[in-house]
């Protein structure tokens, strides 16, 4: 079999992962062994690098997210240090 459409080799990839046997597999489909392990590799990083890229994502969300937060939170600080009557706005003074 030289061309295996798109929904075969999902179902032969399936069927390999599920007994484990990829060679019987092949076998039955008449798909060539090497074939199959090829495709079960290039599926096997294709996935691995979706799912390393999809933490990544997650982790910059994160990232960004705490970066607000802190942000705000220095803000607030800044605004009660400078607004508080026990300590001179420096800010305002000018030539003194």
Request: charged letters at 35%; glycine letters at 8%; hydrophobic letters at 35%.
């Amino acid at each position: 079999m030289n061309r295996v459409n798109g929904e075969l080799r999902a179902q032969v990839m399936k069927e390999a992962r599920e007994t484990g046997n990829a060679a019987m597999v092949a076998r039955r489909h008449g798909v060539s062994v090497t074939s199959l392990y090829y495709w079960l590799k290039k599926d096997s990083i294709k996935t691995s690098g979706r799912g390393r890229i999809q933490k990544l994502e997650r982790e910059l969300e994160e990232k960004k997210l705490e970066n607000e937060i802190l942000k705000e939170l220095l803000k607030k600080t800044n605004l009660a240090w400078l607004g508080d009557s026990k300590f001179p706005n420096v800010l305002s003074k000018k030539g003194n």
